[in-house]
């Protein structure tokens, strides 16, 4: 098949390796608005150039990637599925809810799949998780812990523009936690603090924070984020019930030191980057979207699941700044 991808930043560029690796794609279509990006992912892997999104449409393609700008997500979603072309996305779908709503409300009834990037869904462990959740192993669940630790801020721009860690880093557990429980959150109450880097507190965000969630069946998940964590980065989950527990990211590549002694767990080098730590998840994810544009498979990750992440992670929000519990009714209703 031949895909098209647009945006080649960080995140674009490292798909287009992905992608041109995969047996099922034959050929890419690039488009990026700095053209020496476009020009180096058409020298390095093949690819054909167009000069806008248009263009790439244009162009024959079975399937788009959007790694553009978050700003431009509303607009190349609708655009793709307007022409009939399914798309996968970057989270978030867009930039507040609202958009994100319009989005839905501008696809729905059409028969053209659209997946939205969340790529612990394709983790192993994380799918290990949430197959043994639903065959029952752990009985009735109590607690689930889930924790991303970055090891450092990202720029300061980055922050003003990010919307907060709620909505850029924590919205990943929001997603997870769902799809691995199969529940809904119902109230959050969360809470932060900056210890670290002044630019986040003058942005108005925290770059520690800790929130609690109420499920749909009583479940509680406790959720812990920062941006500070010098011994690299860390993502795991616990997930605990009346049968068993179990945990993921237990491993020995987890940033973590121990002090008991005699124990030399974890062993191996701590993961310091997030494309390493999930890099065979972002290879699953996008063979699964090849798979949504075959025909073979559903979205197994829809805007509708974009968004509910999205309305946890908009009361966690409201919560840290008002200090209470927050329903996910009342952010919805807003």
């Known amino acids: 098949m031949r895909i098209g991808i ?11 390796e992905t992608l041109s690796g995969l047996d099922a794609v034959e050929s890419l279509v690039v488009s990026d608005p700095f053209a020496d990006a476009a020009k180096a992912a058409a020298e390095r892997f093949g690819a054909q150039v167009a000069d806008s999104p248009e263009a790439v449409l244009a162009a024959g393609v079975d399937g ?8 431009a997500h509303p607009h190349l979603i609708t655009a793709c599925v307007e022409a009939c072309v399914p798309v996968f996305c970057e989270k978030p779908v867009a930039r507040t809810m609202t958009e994100g709503v319009e989005v839905l409300k501008a696809v729905a ?47 300061a721009a980055y922050i003003a523009a990010s919307g907060g860690i709620f909505r850029d880093c924590s919205v990943h557990d929001f997603d997870i936690i769902r799809w691995v429980t199969g529940r ?22 925290a770059d520690t924070t800790g929130a609690i969630l109420t499920l749909d069946d009583g479940t509680l998940a406790v959720v812990s984020n920062s941006r500070h964590n010098a011994r690299g980065y860390d993502v795991r989950m616990e997930i605990h019930g009346f049968a068993d527990s179990i945990a993921v990211g237990l491993e020995d590549k987890l940033p973590l ?14 993961h310091d980057f997030f494309m390493d730590r999930f890099a065979d998840a972002y290879r699953a994810e996008l063979l699964a979207f090849t798979e949504v544009v075959a025909g073979a498979r559903p979205s197994p990750c ?16 409201l919560s840290l700044h008002e200090h209470r519990p927050v329903t996910l009714e009342e952010v919805r209703q807003a």
């Open 184 to 205: 809904e959150v119902t109230e959050v109450y969360a809470a932060g603090g900056n210890r670290g880097a002044g630019f986040i507190k003058e942005a108005g965000d």
């Open 257 to 270: 030191r121990s002090v008991e002694p005699g124990v030399t767990f974890p062993a191996g080098v701590p």
């Open 6 to 16: 647009l945006g080649l930043g960080r995140i674009g560029a490292f798909h287009a």
């Open 109 to 155: 009834g059409r028969d053209v799949p659209v997946q939205i990037g969340y790529n612990r869904r394709f983790d192993t462990g994380f799918t290990a998780a949430r197959a043994a959740v639903l065959a029952g192993e752990l009985g009735t669940l109590h607690t689930v812990r889930s924790t991303t630790l970055d090891p450092a801020p990202p720029p």
């Open 302 to 317: 829809t805007i509708e699941d974009a968004l509910e992440a999205g309305w946890i992670a908009e009361a966690c929000t």
């Open 64 to 71: 788009v990637v959007v790694a553009a700008a978050t700003d």
